[in-house]
């Protein structure tokens, strides 16, 4: 089956305090257009880039205009711990390229998946999340949500329809994973995890911070929110923090009332309103994270970070076929050398996730490659001294090659036995390819192998 056709183009939202949705002029465009052109159009005289608005409040002539704003009922800014027009500017161009009707920035990608889950899933509530995805938010939902009372269910990438289906219970409110894992490279089956979480009434949330909407795009597949770490390639540059959370819109909440009464029961901190009433299916979810969470958490991005994000995304379609493809180069090189015991990169035939990497991610997928060097963890450490070019950094995805022995750092405290059930062997090296020239990549990788 193909994606799923959108029903409405791609429209844009001013988040905050009320959600109205705009048509996006960009959306009969190509992406790369998109990239440049959507979520701001000057008027004649106007500053051609996005303006930074670094101001934390605004001006109002009359207390019922501000009034109104706090009670939902007018569109404006007050506050930029809510929202900001920089912000929103650039959360309109990431809800373009997603296919999106709304979106939000966040301070961090950790911010951004803590708001997606907890808008819709609290106390006495119960998560269905893939076993591989990012440690930082493993940790947020085995640990840190469950002692807010939230229950996390994981369970393989691989489960069949009937291991999906057993794994929901009544009181279960959305399902999570992400298209490329980070550092496990598994592919989700989205359509798959899609229909499975539509058969029993609840959203599929899908992190797209690895293949981005240059590579995949999760809601032609049937997932309803979208959620991004900006951090790595949508910045690319190593310079600004960041998270993003996309709605589809495609999500009836209202079907499923009595699972989501924060979104179609009276919110009594804002006099009643009824986010689905009043904002529709479009803007019901973002608005809410906005006005409840945001209000409540205060995980802004400042607007700084969303003008160097926004001159990210300008070039986000010329970096990541080239990211891409020199993590195909590098995967064939470690594949083919004989100092390499095995190599996990989705675009590699062979690979347990070749086949649904060529269904979901047809022009690529990321730069990133796991590998194990042949002589464990001594040898993967010495592997990384060798290297020249590449750095040692904890970071992935951006314009300057990386690596980084997640057994000797990020999973440090961990036993061997610990590191196999965790999935990260003592001999594997995650390398970032950044966007340098491929064939100066090849050869650093090629020589430390070789001086091993
Ligand atoms: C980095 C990352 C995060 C966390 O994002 P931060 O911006 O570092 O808070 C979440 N998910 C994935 C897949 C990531 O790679």
Redesign the pocket.
């Known amino acids: 089956m193909g994606p799923v056709h959108m029903a409405e183009p791609a429209r844009r939202c001013r988040t905050a305090p009320v959600c109205f949705l705009v048509m996006d002029t960009t959306s009969n465009l190509g992406i790369g257009t998109k990239c440049i052109l959507a979520g701001y159009t000057p008027a004649s005289g106007e500053p051609r880039q996005i303006p930074i608005i670094q101001s934390t409040t605004f001006k109002y002539d009359s207390g019922d205009q501000l009034g109104a704003l706090f009670n939902l009922e007018a569109a404006g800014y007050f506050y930029s711990r809510l929202a900001n027009p920089t912000n929103d500017t650039v959360a309109a161009k990431i809800a373009a390229l997603e296919g999106g009707t709304a979106a939000m920035l966040t ?7 803590f708001y997606a889950v907890f808008n819709i899933v609290g106390q006495g509530d119960h998560l269905v999340s893939s076993s591989t ?2 440690g ?2 493993y940790n947020l939902f085995a640990v840190t949500m469950a002692r807010m009372g939230v229950e996390v269910t994981f369970i393989s990438p691989d489960s069949t329809d009937e291991e999906l289906d057993a794994a929901f219970r009544p009181n279960t409110k959305a399902v999570f994973g ?1 298209t490329v ?2 550092p496990a490279l598994t592919v989700l089956d989205i359509e798959r995890w899609a229909a499975a979480a539509h058969r029993h009434g609840v959203p599929l949330l899908v ?1 797209n ?2 293949a981005t909407p240059i590579h995949c795009r999760p809601f032609e597949w049937g997932a309803d929110i979208v ?6 390639y949508m910045d690319g540059h190593g310079a600004a ?3 993003c959370i996309v709605d589809s819109g495609q999500f009836d909440w209202t079907a499923h009332a009595d699972k989501f009464p924060g979104l179609t029961t009276p919110d009594e901190s804002y006099h009643g309103v009824v986010y689905t009433e009043r904002f529709g299916l479009g803007g019901a979810y973002i608005t809410k994270a906005t006005a409840q969470l945001m209000r409540d958490f205060g995980s802004s991005q400042s607007p700084f970070n969303a003008y160097i994000l926004n001159l990210g995304l300008e070039s986000l379609h010329l970096r990541m076929p080239r990211h891409a493809a020199n993590g195909q180069a590098v995967a064939e090189c470690l594949a083919a050398h004989p100092q390499v015991a095995w190599v996990r990169y989705p675009g590699l035939p062979g690979d347990p996730y070749y086949a649904l990497g060529q269904k979901y991610l047809p022009q690529g997928s990321c730069g990133v490659v796991s590998f194990g060097v042949k002589g464990g963890r001594d040898a993967a450490q010495r592997f990384m001294g060798n290297l020249d070019l590449i750095a040692i950094e904890t970071h ?2 951006d314009a300057r090659s990386c690596c980084l022995h997640p057994a000797s750092t990020t999973h440090r405290q961990m036993n061997d036995e610990q590191l196999a059930a965790a999935g990260v062997s003592p001999e594997l090296v995650r390398i970032s390819c950044g966007i340098e020239d491929t064939a100066d990549l090849v050869a650093d990788v090629d020589q430390a192998l070789t001086r091993l």
């Open positions: 301070g961090s990608g950790q911010a951004a998946e995805i990012y930082g938010s992400e894992a980070n992190d911070t690895f959620i991004h770490s900006t951090t790595k923090l960041g998270g992935v995805a």
